[in-house]
């Protein structure tokens, strides 16, 4: 039942999510006279981490000639705990696409609390607050950070990350041969979502909305009489059919357009050039078309000679991608039948 | 008198006799480390820190190494923070040696910044030779032995390996007689390196003149939305004359582009009235830009780059000729610099007007034509540009890579970097790297990760990111 594969990386990129808020955090030191002697960033590491990579690593020289570097911030990742007030209902999904634009059905992702655990040491109190004084601010109690979940359908989520807890150790007292230890340690809490296995769905993208409007709200007895029918309307070139060309430079107001032929082109077409639409409205010999320029809402500009000439047509509007922005074409019909439409087998009968 | 008179618990020359036994021993079972005291620069006089100090003195010293099979600790641990190596050391000095040979130099010394000088300090510093470690006093025990014959001869520093944080200077004030401390020094801690060019040379290229030319673009939309650099068409000029090039300088917010401005590349040459001018680009709309054209007059045609340069860090400033008499404009331009330093191209923004005579041009010289000097451990290096200032750590002359310790301010490509005691002078490239030397922090890969992943071009109004 469970082990279908998938994983969303989700939590490692809660994780990164995180950490990178704390990652440009610096820290100054006066000289005498209050001028910023030195600045460093503080660095940042998740803490926990393979033995024998922090010994090859952090300790290549055996005889490394200090203890430490400090300060120091490390992070890491405590609790995962789900969260009963985020619940949402277990059968919702939504659709959304893939990227390969296949449509993907997701089921609701399921709300989870990662908690993560943020510890500052340092040698000198100042430099430890000079840290946090610099991260309390932004968390009243929380700080959104929008991440993107799941890449392959782009799912993106504003995380919380919620400030909920603040200790601190200042091991001062005591005999001389233990050094004082100072270390701030930062609760938070990530809310989350984990995302199940995402599937393709045999559910197709809307390409075609027909309405049959009948005389009478009793639909057995009266007839239909007229049908609406909408489809998208494409606002780019697709197929780059490169139907014509420019013959001339073109400024943004002329109409009248030298093309290299006007033979594949008929009045009433859309055409696009550059990035603009026009719609033929006569074609008075060969070498001629005028236009109607900035059409379906695009900005009239001027275009170079050379330029490719490209129809849009049906062929363009079926190659229309989930996300793009498209128009629409209106289609209505009257009848005098007695036919009706069967959704089954898409035709009159 | 409670005591009896007639036996004595040492005199003053059974004293010394064993103070004198004490630091004949030592010198003969004993090995020499260096004593460091630790100069007071900067105090916090509230909550009690030591926020600066300088450690740029030593004294060699015979010491006895009690721990004499090994070190004493917790040894090396990993911790949430990394490996931390709690190695400690425990060693005996001669209360006499240090007195007068230590002691009476830190007397001399300012009393702001040693406050202490009759005694070893904890907080001062021990160098061991055999490990070519540091470590730092936590105590002084001067009653051990417990007064036999009636004092005290020796003391006993309880030591650990120094934790080393950026104070003021920090190490980077740390310039010891001893040239071994200072090289053990070098690597450690908070390094900047710096790409410095040794060499530069001064571009030089000719311009040629035309007539009937575009002489500048003006952007009258810059347009919204391109993810690439829009292409810049201008239409051809008429038969016999030659087509103007131009490019489009963008700018970009969360990587969508709009156009900035347009520079030719090429004037062309026989337009007869303003040629077109189209900008597209991927997924971007909504820039437009017109141009105005000379006919009558003699601009700036081309320019071609005879010796591309070297040694330029930013993009040096090129200055066209005047024309030579009667009312003209003097042409304009920028210049566009490759990765390695050289002049890729030189961009016209105006190709003046009124030419009589072929324009020429100049392209300043490189920050630094040749660079000079040796850089030396420790001394403080000033950037021209930026003011930067840091202390060398290293310098390695065959592939110009300076680093550099503790900074005050950041360092910019295009600053002369000058030694404060060498004089060295260098122009910078680039800034490699400013990190840590030990492979602890993570900042960067965790920047880079979750720049895949963050989303900045939203807003919400509970915080941002």
Known sequence: ?349 | MALNPFFQHGSSTEQRLVQQLINEQLKMYGIEVYYIPRKIVNRDSIIREVIASKFDDNFAIEAYVNTYEGYSGAGDLLTKFGVSLKDELIITISKERFEDFISTFLENENDEEIVLSSRPREGDLIYFPLGQRIFEIKFVEHEKPFYQLGRTYVYELKCELFEYEDEMGGWDNINTTTEEIDSTLVNQGYITSLQLFSFGEQAVGIASTTTGYVRRITLTNDGSGYTSTPIVSISTAPSGGRNATAVAITTSVNGVYSIKEILLTNTGAGYTVPPLISITGENGVGAAATCEIVTDYVGVGSVYIQNPGDGYPVAPVITFSSPQSGIGITAKGRVAISTTGSISRVLISDAGIGYTQTPTFVIAPPPVVTGIGTFELNEVVTGSVSGAKARVKSWDKNTDILKLGTTDGTFVPGDIIVGSASSATYSLSYVISAQFSDKYEQNDVIEEEADLILDFTESNPFGNY
């Open chain 1, 1 to 349: 039942m469970l082990g279908t594969y998938y994983y969303h990386e989700i939590i490692k990129k809660t994780i990164v999510s995180f950490g990178t808020l704390f990652n440009q955090i610096h820290i100054r030191h006066p000289d005498k006279d209050g001028n910023t002697y030195s600045e460093m960033r503080v660095p940042l590491a998740y803490g926990p981490m393979q033995k024998f990579l922090a010994r090859i690593e952090q300790q290549a020289n055996l005889n490394k000639p200090v203890q430490i570097t400090l300060p120091r911030m490390s992070f890491e990742m405590i609790s995962i705990g789900y969260d009963a007030t985020r619940k949402t209902s277990v059968t919702q999904t939504f659709k959304t696409v893939d990227n390969n634009n296949r449509i993907q059905k997701v089921f609701m992702p399921v709300p989870y609390n990662i908690g993560f655990e943020l510890n500052i040491l340092s040698k000198l109190n100042d430099d430890a607050l000079q840290i946090v004084e610099q991260i309390l601010p932004y968390f009243q109690p929380a700080f959104n950070i929008t991440v993107d979940l799941v890449d392959s359908i782009g799912e993106k989520r504003d995380l919380p990350v919620v400030l909920e807890n603040i200790s601190f150790q200042d091991d001062y007292e005591g005999d001389f041969s233990t050094r004082r230890a100072l270390i701030y340690k930062l609760n938070f809490s990530v809310k989350t979502y984990l995302f199940g296995p995402i599937a393709d769905t045999t559910d197709g993208l809307i390409r075609k909305v027909q309405v049959d409007y009948y005389s009478d709200v009793d639909t057995m007895r009266s007839k239909r009489e007229l049908r609406y029918t909408s489809t998208p309307k494409a606002l780019k070139d697709y197929n780059n059919d490169n139907t014509s060309g420019l013959q001339e430079d073109l400024t943004d107001t002329e109409t009248r357009i030298t093309v290299a032929s006007s033979a594949s082109l008929s009045i009433g077409e859309r055409i696009v050039i550059d990035s603009e639409i026009m719609k033929i409205i006569d074609i008075p010999d060969s070498s001629t078309i005028i236009v109607k320029r900035g059409y379906d809402g695009t900005i009239s500009s001027p275009h170079t000679s050379s330029t490719p000439i490209n129809v849009l047509s049906a062929a363009d509007d079926v190659l229309i991608n989930i996300d793009d922005d498209f128009g629409f074409n209106d289609d209505i019909e009257f009848f005098q039948d007695s036919k009706t439409y069967s959704p089954t087998q898409q035709k009159d009968i």
